[in-house]
């Protein structure tokens, strides 16, 4: 099974400003089918709580700063995540919770496939059925 790790994009800094490119198959480790960002999180609030069967993720603090909290039912591992050019990938069936997020903070997702309701497991029980554990 492929493990959590973090990806350090490509910062190209000049005097008129930085710029990070990410790119689809070079960058992440698939296709990106599907966009989109978290931001104006209540203080104390946590998002997520889930894990996905089949879709891939890679997460961004473009502003800010949050932690993930990833579980693969034996393992957990906690990341910061505050630079916008570093990037986490969360592989299928990791159960997911993020919180601590600062002021302002936005998490971009680059997501492997659009939206799918089946493709989740929302009950953490559940999830460690289905892998086994329990």
Known sequence: MTQPYLIEFRHILDHRGALTPIEAEADVPFSIRRVYFIYDVSHGA????????????????????????????????????????????????????????????????????????SDYYRDYEAFLNAKGIR
């Open 46 to 117: 946590v998002r997520a709580g889930h894990s996905h069967k089949k879709l891939q993720q890679v997460l961004i603090a473009v502003s800010g700063s949050f932690k993930v909290h990833l579980d693969d039912g034996e393992n957990r591992q906690t990341f910061l995540l505050s630079r916008p050019n570093v990037g986490l990938y969360v592989p299928q069936m990791t159960w997911r919770d993020i919180d601590d997020f600062s002021g302002g903070a936005v998490c971009l997702s680059l997501a492997s496939d659009h939206y799918e309701e």
